[in-house]
């Protein structure tokens, strides 16, 4: 039985920048929330995701698919 689900480059490198997209937006959402978490006048600002952190995170995605 033959795999007719593969994906163009293109398909595959848009998903895991969407998947990179919500790593980095989780990763930066529950740093907010531990900010919460500290006492009035002890808490931090958190530093939006950028667009490097996010290619960033996709090259490892994209570096562990091309793994054999």
């Known amino acids: 039985m033959s795999d007719n689900t593969n994906k163009s480059g ?3 490198r848009t998903e ?6 919500a790593i980095v937006s989780e990763r930066t959402a ?9 006492p009035e006048g002890q808490r931090g600002s958190v530093d ?3 667009t490097e952190e996010i290619l960033t995170e996709a090259e490892k995605l994209y570096t562990f698919v091309q793994k054999k």
């Open 30 to 38: 529950r740093s907010i929330e531990n900010e919460f978490l500290k």
């Open 10 to 12: 293109y398909e595959l």
């Open 48 to 50: 939006a995701w950028t």
């Open 16 to 21: 895991l920048l969407g998947m990179a997209m």
